[in-house]
């Protein structure tokens, strides 16, 4: 039975993530259009890409290559009424107890638990369907799709890091795997360079 490969791109850098914002549907810092296609030889041709409805994903979907399908399911979480408020302005008590209490909605968004269910819902869907998946997504998905595949308790939601640009590689063949890169294979694939 042929495995079911995951690549999660988090999205390229955004000015919410610079100054330290709830992200809202802004555009991505890059000039996304003159970088276009600059990564499409990263991965091999026979793949699907699919990316969040949100601009900032297909914006960086359009590094990877041709049209990517639009997949609700990697939508970024909702902030609701944080939505573009700057993290320093929040109540730091609020804050804390959000991100203490994965049930909790405070913005009136989703909570933690409820992105946390959602992606492993669509995970779940690609168990049945053999092939490379690139899919350009956002932290909090990657961080539930980390979650979902390895097992781990919903506390060690933001004990995950996701760099923009990122990508994080899972192996779905009877369970779910993370797969770690080899400088070999980020070599090949254009990553690093070897000296000369």
């Known amino acids: 039975m042929q495995a079911t490969r995951l690549t999660l791109i988090c999205h390229a850098a955004t000015p919410a993530q610079k100054y330290g914002r709830f992200p809202d549907n802004e555009s991505v810092v ?16 026979k793949l699907r890409l699919v990316c969040a409805p949100e601009v ?17 399911a990697l939508r970024d979480g ?19 107890d959000w991100m203490a209490h994965s049930a909790s909605s405070p913005h009136g968004g989703e909570s933690v638990d409820q992105v946390c269910t959602r992606v492993a ?5 690609l168990e049945s369907q053999p092939g490379h998946i690139v899919a350009i997504t956002h932290p909090f998905v990657i961080r539930a799709a ?21 990508a994080t590689e899972l192996r779905f063949n009877t369970v779910w795997r993370l797969r770690l890169e080899t400088h070999a294979q980020a070599r090949d694939h254009g990553k690093i360079h070897a000296p000369q």
């Open 146 to 166: 980390l979650l979902h595949a390895m097992q781990f308790p919903i506390s060690m939601f933001y004990q995950i890091d996701v760099e923009p640009l990122s």
């Open 30 to 45: 890059m000039d996304w259009q003159a970088a276009a296609l600059s990564l499409e030889g990263r991965y091999k041709k």
């Open 78 to 96: 909702n902030f609701g009424d944080w939505k573009g408020q700057a993290i320093s302005e929040l109540d730091s008590d609020v804050l804390m």
């Open 121 to 125: 819902q669509w995970m779940k869907t």
């Open 56 to 72: 900032r994903a297909w914006q960086t979907a359009g590094l990877f290559g041709g049209q990517a399908s639009i997949e609700e």
